[in-house]
T-cell receptor
Framework: AQSVTQLDSQVPVFEEAPVELRCNYS??????LFWYVQYPNQGLQLLLK??????LVKGINGFEAEFNKSQTSFHLRKPSVHISDTAEYFC?????????????FGKGTRLSVIA | DSGVTQTPKHLITATGQRVTLRCSPR?????VYWYQQSLDQGLQFLIQ???????AKGNILERFSAQQFPDLHSELNLSSLELGDSALYFC?????????????FGPGTRLLVL
């Protein structure tokens, strides 16, 4: 079975500073990896996903993530955050090439951007 | 706005009761997913339907059941409710049934069991 660990439950950062949200996964087979964002009082929205190919994945709102197979990591980064990036971020994993194996989500990282 | 609608937005009920949560997927999407989000368990996959058929099952209790109707809307039925069932219940939809497809989440139904 797949599992994912988000290493930080809360990350405070000043506006216009860079940020990295960490995600590590566990799996004995190939995986798909996802980052979702949940703004206050809203549902989740996909930021980006890694399925195959280039290990650097670019997403919406200036976010990017790098798949590192040897480190079993998929950290999310943004070079300069805005107040509007304040939200909860979820990393998710699924077994690759297995049809509809469900997504397994991490516990989430709450990003607070400080003015 | 994701295009996925969920009703009701909030629900307060008592232990032992039964409730029904409703989800309308994005236009054209055939898959519907149900998730439970709670502080202690995080976001947990419950069940997936594709074009009216159950496709995948997660940590869904036997007291819970779901179905997807011919018009593709879905309902999640929760019965014999317990305090621990208090949570945010999300519905998501995707075009087809493959896990790599983008899932579009609704705003959720917040259930409080007293």
């Amino acid at each position: 079975a797949q599992s994912v660990t988000q290493l930080d439950s809360q990350v405070p950062v000043f506006e216009e500073a860079p940020v990295e949200l960490r995600c590590n996964y566990s799996s004995s087979v190939s995986v798909y990896l996802f980052w979702y964002v949940q703004y206050p009082n809203q549902g989740l929205q996909l930021l980006l996903k890694y399925l195959s190919g280039s290990t650097l994945v670019k997403g919406i709102n200036g976010f990017e993530a790098e798949f590192n197979k040897s480190q079993t990591s998929f950290h999310l980064r943004k070079p300069s955050v805005h107040i509007s990036d304040t939200a909860e971020y979820f990393c998710a994993v699924s077994r690759a090439n297995s049809g509809n194996t469900p997504l397994v989500f991490g516990k989430g990282t709450r990003l607070s951007v400080i003015a | 706005d994701s295009g996925v609608t969920q009703t009701p937005k909030h629900l307060i009920t008592a232990t032992g009761q039964r409730v029904t949560l409703r989800c309308s997927p994005r236009s054209g999407d055939l898959s519907v997913y149900w998730y439970q989000q709670s502080l202690d368990q995080g976001l947990q996959f419950l069940i997936q339907y594709y074009n009216g058929e159950e496709r995948a099952k997660g940590n869904i209790l036997e007291r819970f059941s779901a179905q997807q109707f011919p018009d593709l809307h879905s309902e999640l039925n929760l019965s014999s409710l317990e305090l621990g069932d208090s949570a945010l219940y999300f519905c998501a939809s995707s075009a087809e049934q493959e896990v790599w497809e983008t899932q579009y989440f609704g705003p959720g139904t917040r259930l409080l069991v007293l």
